[in-house]
């Protein structure tokens, strides 16, 4: 499955177009790691446990996003973007949509 | 003892802050550092907003890459910027914390892809994790994704 956050996949030709795909994620971080991170919060600095937990929803999003355009036969996702938003206290929805389509 | 009970809440908030100026200055000064040799040495990956790719020649493949960072500003710059709050004006703490956040995102998708040519269409999504938790974590992610160019080797001659 080739993705790209452009109209193309360089090097390649759309040879049709599949429409619209997209997967989600919600997420909530647990315990232990709010702790860790209000403590890391006084001197500030990177919160690594949410960075892990972002970047592992995000790679189930695109996962999801990816079987979906398995099943519609494509084998190509162009113009990928992505958005988060807190739907909640302590939870983030992570979106990711695309183009699918076939390229040769 | 009994005389300084009544500074015993003021200490509550006076701890923090000054721990964090003191860690939380030394942090930003060694990110700093680490972000300068870092961007020095990906000077060879060139990085474009541009949608389209800039270096000429075949174009072997392309992947969609990203990098994250979710940072939270200390005690003392929030004490500070609550500060500034009430003149008004540029918030330098937090800008210097977006700015540390953004470079960092942009040097991780870069690393995550050492053997590419070149970056085309790079996005920058900032997000922020303490929307209406009232006395939660003060956090922004950055998150920046592209895609990442791999040109064809050159014919050797």
Known sequence: MFLSNIETIPGKTITASHGVVSGSTVRAKHVGRDIMAGLKNIVGGELRGYTELLNESRDQAIERMKAQAQQMGANAIVNVRFSTSSVAVGAAEIYVYGTAVTVA | ?157
């Open chain 2, 1 to 157: 003892m009994e005389a300084f009970a009544p500074f015993f809440p003021l200490l509550i908030w006076v701890v923090p802050i000054v721990l964090g100026f003191m860690f939380g200055r030394l942090n930003e000064k060694r990110h700093y550092r680490s972000i300068h040799e870092r961007e020095q040495a990906w000077l060879h990956l060139p990085a474009t907003a541009s949608r389209y790719p800039l270096l000429p020649g075949q174009i072997a493949r392309s992947e969609l890459v990203n990098g994250s960072v979710v940072v939270s500003v200390d005690y003392f710059k929030r004490a500070a910027a609550g500060l500034r709050s009430i003149v008004g004006g540029p918030v330098k703490s937090y800008e210097s914390l977006l700015d540390r956040a953004k470079r960092e995102a942009v040097l991780r998708l870069k690393e995550s892809c050492p053997g590419a040519h070149e970056i085309v269409n790079l996005r920058l999504e900032t997000a922020s994790l303490s929307k209406n938790t009232r006395g939660g974590v003060g956090a922004v992610e950055v998150f920046a994704f592209a895609t990442a160019i791999y040109m064809a080797e050159p014919d050797p001659v």
